[in-house]
Structures are given as C-alpha cells and as structure tokens.
C-alpha cells in the first residue's frame, strides 16, 4: 500500500495554516479533555466496567497531552475558549443526561458520537499532517477504537432496554455533529481536511456503530439521516 504523502501545497509555519491550526489543535485538545471528564463520570455510574473506564479516561489525558505537544512543535498557542464554545452544547446534553442518570445518553454522546467524531477527524488529518502529528494521531486513533468498541459492546448488551433511549439521544444530538463539522470546515479545508471526506468518514463509522450495536439498517439509515440536512 503506497505511503500517502502530506500535500506539498501546505506551508505548515504560514500564519494561515497557523491560524486555523490554532482553532482545530484546541478542539482536539478539548475533546481529548472532555472524554476524560466524561469516562470518569460513567465509572461512577458503570461500577461493574469502573476499572476499564478509569483506563480509558487515563489514555485519554495522554491524547491530550500529546496533542498539546503538536501545538508546542509548530509554536501554535491553542484557542482553547474557541474550543470549549465549539464543545458547549454536546458538553451540557451530557451534563444534563448524566444528572438523570440517563447512561444510555451520555454513553451515546461520549462512546459513539464524541469518538466517531475523533476517529473521522483524525483518519482525514493523517495523510496531510506534519510528520510529529502524523505520528501523535496514528498512535491516538487506535486507541480511538477500542473507546468506541466499549461503547458499542456495553450497548449491544443492554440494547433491548437502551433502544427507546438511544433513538431519543441521537435525535436531539446527532444534529449537533453537522453543525460542527459546519463550524470547523473553513479552518479544517485549510489543514487539507476536505468537509465531504469528513462528513463521509463519520456517517460510514457510525453507521457502522449503530449497526453494531442492534440496529436494522433501515433503522442505521434513519438514524444516520437525522440531522444531515444542515451537513
């Protein structure tokens, strides 16, 4: 399989590049931060699963600390205001379904939408990163998955009871995901993240979690559809 190679029309040290870095480095910063926030909330929750979710909160400060160290390496200061701002919402539908103790929620924000999120934005990002991100993120996006296989795992197990919950979740969240992707696509175009190639990767990775988990794919394509009109 031939290497892909990062653009040579990218200038890594512009102030342009820089610039949008400043913004779309924060939000992988954030993310990273969020997610171990949020696992070592559902440890509280999921006694039964606490150690493993402990590990995972623990592996995602290191994707944290590694991505703030892609910033250090092009002297980029991260925009972090922009990036909690850019989090805000799916932070407070979390937040919210956590104080109802509604699990099957925040495992749906956190464990498939924030990690197929990740994994779509890092997967884009390899090819046309500077060669100490391409080595930060390659190592990121595998642990990305097996993130993403608790979730699907622990909702395959409880899905009979978590279905109702799940469809309403991903209702009210879903949409969130193409405003994102709205928001970022200037400053990510500007990276050599193409929008299409990004709504694509998140829609096929999903899709497939939904799959996964217990959803007919007629039911995936409904899901999958919610929202998709503002993409």
């Known amino acids: 399989m031939p290497q892909l190679e990062a653009s040579p029309a990218l200038d890594f040290q512009s102030e342009a590049y820089k610039d949008a870095?400043?913004?779309i480095n924060a939000i992988v910063i954030e993310g990273e931060l969020e997610a171990n926030d949020n696992y070592k909330k559902l440890a509280e929750h999921l006694s039964?699963?606490?150690?493993?979710?402990?590990?995972l909160a623990r592996m995602e400060n290191r994707h944290m600390k590694g991505f703030q160290a892609c910033g250090r390496n092009l002297s980029v200061t991260p925009d972090m205001e922009f990036a909690k701002e850019f989090f805000a919402k799916l932070h407070d539908n979390f937040k919210e379904a956590w104080d109802e103790g509604k699990v099957v929620?925040?495992?749906l924000i956190q464990s498939l939408i924030i990690e197929t999120f990740a994994i779509s934005a890092y997967n884009i990002y390899i090819p046309v990163a500077d060669d100490f991100a391409r080595k930060i993120t390659e190592g990121v996006v595998k642990?990305?998955?097996m993130h993403l296989n608790f979730g699907e795992e622990w909702l395959k197990?409880?899905?009979d009871t978590a279905k109702a919950e799940l469809e309403a979740a991903n209702r009210q969240?879903?949409?969130l995901v193409w405003q994102m992707l709205n928001q970022v696509a200037e400053d990510a175009a500007v990276l050599g993240m193409e929008k299409d190639a990004l709504v694509e990767d998140f829609m096929i990775?999903?899709?497939?979690?939904?799959g996964n988990i217990g959803f007919t794919s007629r039911?995936?394509?409904r899901l999958s559809a919610q929202g998709l009109a503002m993409a």
Do not use: Q, W
Not at 48 to 55: C, G, T, V
Not at 205 to 210: C, F, I, P, Q
């Open 219 to 221: 039911e995936v394509m």
């Open 21 to 23: 870095y400043s913004r």
């Open 105 to 107: 929620t925040c495992l």
């Open 205 to 210: 990775t999903y899709g497939e979690a939904l």
């Open 143 to 145: 642990d990305e998955y």
């Open 173 to 175: 969240n879903l949409p």
């Open 48 to 55: 039964d699963h606490k150690d493993e979710l402990i590990k």
């Open 157 to 159: 197990a409880n899905f």
